[in-house]
């Protein structure tokens, strides 16, 4: 069977041809193509440059050859490229003198995407730049030069440095002199942390009494009671003292030893105070004192030295209320580490480039980046990201953030993990002379632990994975530290670690804080503040504000608000949103390090915030706005596909994954759909490939998912041309394929396994939205995807040159698709069943197959029977599901039961979560009656920004690296529709408008590229319809067909060439 490009198995525009002729009815009439000229004569110059799928191609692996695209420029309709000539250079101004790494020459070639260098090989840790120009009837103006730096291979200078840990404490005395206020007073010891602790509790009363606890896990089981021989008065100062010697404890109450305890759960840790929600006390003094007799800690309260977090120091005493508790700020304290260096650049130079090179480990405990980085008090970037191979380092431009001329400047870092803790710099600099230098991390750093800045108090995370909450304390923020001029003479030494092992570039672009301005910031309450950022964002709060030393903000962050009009800041995906930031004197700015999903804050203080500064800091890679549109003539749909927009926008960080509350896991079901909506409203390719080198492999559990990562993996090479990621993965992307678990007829035969186990089998998610989907052995959506994969991989391979697997993979799917259609496929019904021993068909037994191409073979009275099917039975599938339920109605050409759904106002609809749920990123599930943990930040229901962009607008590439598209536009009852899709190659723009009397499609393909354009015009005559257009590079006549398939008739015009297509009814 011959196959091309058009024969895909996943997600693509069906219609079956069943006539095909070329018409002599249509008119088609040539579009004007005059020569384009940029301002003041100067031929125009390409655009959206690309060095290894970036804007700046920061850490390009030296030992490699990057591939460059770029959008050629327009010189009129049917523009195509016809030569280019391409240039690297050591500094920006070099391109014209002995500092021109490699010219290229003008080179015939039409290749503007993934077009490999072919110079010398390029040196680690060093900054080139790039340009380009292109030939078409006339040639370009040079680009403007694009910024690219090599990776450091193993030419690091910098060592691995992390805070040192303070001594801990083992054995020796903890004494504290307390007056009880109410009830009793609490200390903990060899605390690890609040929830794993020893906790002893003197009681007050005429008969005093020792309670003695231990906390594992933060449960408090209690190891003995005794009743002392004199009373405790409240009210009466006494000494308390715990003296540890191994697994021995002595208790002694004013120099009166009153206890001895054994037990041997914890060796060693920190010491703090402890109150119930009855207990308060006063405290003079609190002592810690090693049994070799060194004083650890002693705090006498004569002025507040931030020992404990909680209480008030005045008058020379600490002051514990009923609920109080703290950890001493003594301690190992180095999961925080406050990092800073100062450097000078050289005098009477200035700089062309300074690229900054960081890893921090280990970013698995919080899902998140380890290190927050500054340089002269910029925030510049985040490291480490998670990788799939290896540990990622990042690459940040700081050019714009350096003082040249010999000033001094400073790199600083704030980082936090619980696992291998170690940082890592390398700054290299280079100057418009060519000279370069290199700033490293080292010994001669300077370190601070966070020493009551940001003192333990939990997790701001979930069950699968920890963050810290943070209890900022501004009194203990030494002011000014990310900024040159700091004085740091009394920071520690850091302590340099072994080397990183396994460090590999990570090819993402740079996340920054973007700020949000609230769209309103109201005083509900005396003390309450009531922040909308307008829309959840990913990221933190910031706050300006005047304060004095001691005055409190509590935080409390959310994606709801409770039905009383307070935020909802303990989530329902179980996180908790809550924190108290304390004030020092004076005017002060602070906010969040790690981030959160939120919309709301509320701040509960006794300052008056009239005049404070409130900002929403929303962690995300740069977005243009410009790069994708929609709108039509259904207010509702444009509200949809805004909401599904700002979705992927919103959540678009250093790594796809599910959520950023709950689990922040990559997925690859979450990751496909991810991809497709991305592809769909930015001119992003990195992020999916980034995301998709991890889960190649790191796989997770169900038996789909697996599958997902050759789909991914070819929509990367059509959208990109650049096939290295594919011979990269191809072995890994074959092991993936259930090929052990094919029977004697082609289908996937295997146990359906459990749900969060390997190979189990999931369909969709949550359970109650499965339709009551029958497992068996041989499941029919497990089946579906594994044709898919291997129509994908038959694909990739033939890209590789690889024709014998591809001839062998593809004889699977057919195999397969057949076995499907002869065993799983109730015809007369319109139905697939769920697998084989069942009679039942949930939804997804005929969406999944129709979706993924398995149909694409039958008949069109089948298809039309499907159509019906699944026309009739709403959205029963999940947020996730709907992707494939949108897909296989488009495909089937019923685009009016798509449009209702994606316009439903029922519980299982988009409009739901903006009406009803008021969510403004898509949300995890359809409603919370689904699943009641569910997020309201789950970009895996974004389904409507790819529908809209692959099959309402219709635009699809058809040609790797966007050569060439399909446009079918299927607008169903809308009467307009327009909008931008943005490609490799340049923006896509289509325009339909329909009436009774009138119908018209206009089409505008970028530069270099051309399209098929399909129209569906139902029962019309195909001889009422005139055609405008160009043939790629005006050679020839546009040609233009007809066929039927389940829509009625359609028009098939082309190929047709860059600039502007238009098909219109002609008029009488």
């Known amino acids: 069977m011959a196959r091309d490009f058009s024969r895909r198995g996943l997600l693509q525009l069906g219609g079956t041809v069943a006539a095909s002729v070329v018409l002599s009815g249509p008119r088609a009439l040539a579009a004007p193509g005059p020569s384009i000229t940029a301002a003041a004569g100067k031929p125009p110059a390409p655009t959206g440059m690309l060095a290894d799928l970036l804007p700046q191609a920061l850490g390009t692996s030296a030992g490699r050859r990057p591939r460059f695209s770029w959008q050629v420029p327009d010189f009129g309709a049917g523009t195509v490229q016809r030569a280019y000539q391409l240039q690297v250079a050591a ?3 070099g391109f014209d003198d002995d500092r021109l790494v490699w ?71 903890f004494t504290v002199r307390v007056k009880i206020t109410t009830v009793a007073a609490g200390l903990w010891f060899r605390a690890t942390n609040t929830a794993n602790t020893y906790m002893w509790q003197l009681r007050a009363g005429t008969t005093g009494v020792l309670r003695k606890h231990v906390c594992v896990g933060g449960t408090y089981t209690v190891l003995g009671e005794v009743k002392l021989p004199f009373a405790v008065t409240a009210g009466d100062w006494m000494d308390l003292s715990v003296t540890m010697a191994g697994a021995t404890f002595t208790t002694s109450v004013s120099g009166t030893v009153v206890d001895t305890t054994t037990d041997s759960r ?214 000014g530290w990310t900024k040159p001029g700091f004085d740091d003479g009394d920071w520690l030494t850091p302590v340099v670690r072994t080397a990183i092992d396994g460090l590999v570039p990570a090819l993402i672009e740079a996340v920054r804080p973007h700020d949000v301005t609230p769209a309103s910031v109201t005083r509900v309450a005396e003390g309450r503040w009531l922040v909308d950022l307008g829309r959840e964002i990913v990221g933190g709060l910031a706050l300006e504000v005047t304060g004095g030393a001691g005055d409190t903000v509590e935080v409390r962050l959310g994606e709801e608000l409770n039905s009383d009009g307070t935020v909802r800041y303990q989530l329902r995906a179980t996180n908790t949103y809550r924190e108290v930031w304390t004030l020092r004197d004076g005017e002060q700015r602070f906010e969040h390090w790690g981030y959160r999903g939120f919309r709301w804050a509320e701040l509960r203080t006794t300052l008056d915030l009239s005049e404070a500064v409130v900002t929403g800091r929303a962690w995300k890679l740069d977005w243009d706005d410009s790069d994708a549109s929609f709108r039509s003539s259904d207010a509702d749909l444009d509200r949809v596909w805004e909401l599904c927009r700002y979705s992927i926008e919103a959540t678009r960080g250093d790594l796809y994954t599910d959520t950023p509350t709950r689990e922040r896991g990559p997925y690859e079901g979450d990751a496909l759909i991810n991809q497709l909506s991305e592809y769909g409203v930015q001119r992003s390719y990195a992020l999916a490939r980034w995301s998709n080198d ?27 041309g650049d096939d290295r990621q594919l011979a990269k993965d191809y072995d890994l992307l074959t092991a993936k394929n ?155 050409g019923r685009s009016d039961a798509a449009l209702a759904l994606l316009t439903s106002t029922a519980t299982n609809s988009w409009l739901h979560m903006l009406d009803a749920l008021k969510a403004t990123i898509v949300t995890e599930a359809w409603d919370p009656a689904l699943k009641s943990n569910m997020t309201l930040s789950h970009a895996w229901a974004s389904a409507p920004a790819n529908a809209v962009a692959r099959h309402i607008l219709g635009v699809q590439v058809s040609e790797p690296g ?92 082309g190929p047709v060439g860059s600039g502007t297509t238009e098909v219109r009814r002609a008029t009488s």
């Not at 921090?360 to 500054?374: E, L, N």
Request: glycine fraction near 10%; hydrophobic fraction near 40%; charged fraction near 20%.
């Open 91 to 93: 500094t920006p101004g």
């Open 103 to 173: 010219d290229s020459g003008k080179l015939a070639s039409a290749d503007s995407s993934a077009v490999p260098y072919a110079g010398p090989a390029l040196e680690p840790r060093t900054a080139y730049w790039w340009r380009v120009s292109s030939w078409g009837e006339e040639r370009s103006s040079w680009s403007e030069p694009a910024l690219l730096a090599t990776s450091v291979e193993d030419e690091w200078e910098a060592k691995p440095i992390w805070a040192p840990a303070g001594p801990v404490m083992t054995d020796g005395t």
């Open 266 to 479: 914890y060796a060693s840790g920190n010491i703090g105070l402890r109150n119930g929600l009855t207990e308060s006390q006063t405290y003079d003094r609190v002592t810690f004192t090693a049994a070799d007799g060194t004083v650890l800690l002693d705090d006498d309260f004569a002025s507040d030295k931030g020992t404990f977090s909680a209480g008030t120091v005045s008058g020379g005493v600490l002051t514990f209320p009923t609920g109080a508790s703290s950890l001493s700020s003594y301690g190992a304290d180095d999961t925080w580490a406050l990092l800073r260096h100062e450097y000078d650049t050289k005098a009477g130079q200035e700089i062309a480039a300074a690229v900054l090179y960081v890893a921090a480990t280990s970013p698995d405990p919080a899902r998140q980046y380890v290190a927050k980085v500054w340089s002269n008090g910029t925030t510049v970037g985040y490291a480490s990201v998670r990788s799939g191979d290896g540990t990622a380092y990042q690459a940040f431009d700081v050019t714009s953030t350096l003082r040249a001329d010999g000033s001094a400047n400073a790199l600083a870092a704030l980082c936090w993990t619980t696992s291998r803790q170690k940082f890592l710099a390398q700054l290299e600099i280079t100057y418009t002379d060519g000279s370069r230098s290199t700033v490293a991390s080292g010994d001669h750093w300077k370190a601070r632990r966070q020493a009551g800045l940001l003192p333990s108090k939990g997790s701001a995370g979930s069950s699968y994975f920890t963050v810290p909450q943070e209890y900022w304390d501004l009194r203990r923020e030494p002011v």
């Open 694 to 720: 991890y889960l190649v492999r790191k796989g997770t559990w169900p038996t789909e998912y697996r599958l997902m990562c050759a789909i991914s993996a070819w929509e990367d090479y059509l959208a990109t």
């Open 738 to 892: 259930l090929t052990s678990y094919l029977d004697s007829e082609g289908l996937v035969r295997k146990a359906p396994g459990n749900t969060s186990q390997n190979l189990g089998d999931l369909v969709d998610w949550p359970a109650a939205s499965r339709d009551g989907y029958v497992f068996t052995n041989v499941n029919t959506v497990v089946n579906a995807f594994q044709f898919a994969a291997f129509e994908a991989l038959a694909q990739c391979a033939a890209a590789l040159g690889k024709d014998d697997d591809a001839a062998t993979l593809h004889g699977r799917a057919d195999t397969l698709a057949s076995s499907m259609r002869a065993t799983l496929l109730d015809s007369a019904g319109g139905r697939f069943l769920d697998g084989v021993g069942t009679t039942h068909s949930a939804q997804h037994a005929t969406a999944f197959p129709v979706a993924l191409g398995v149909a694409d073979a039958l008949d069109q009275d089948v298809l039309a029977r499907l159509g019906d099917t699944l026309a009739a039975g709403g959205m029963k599938v999940s947020v996730y599901g709907s992707q494939f339920l949108l897909d296989a109605l488009f495909r089937l």
């Open 962 to 1053: 966007a050569a060439g598209f399909r446009i079918r536009p299927r607008t169903g009852s809308l009467t307009e529709a327009e909008g931008t899709v943005p490609s490799v190659r340049g923006p896509v723009s289509v325009r339909v408008r329909r009436s009774e009397d009138t119908h018209t499609t206009r089409v505008t393909v970028p530069p270099n590229s051309r399209a098929v354009l399909e129209v569906e015009i139902g029962d019309a005559d195909p001889k009422a319809y005139q055609v405008r257009g160009t043939s790629p590079g005006g050679q020839g006549p546009v040609q233009v067909e007809s066929f039927t398939d389940p829509t009625g008739t359609v028009l098939r015009i």
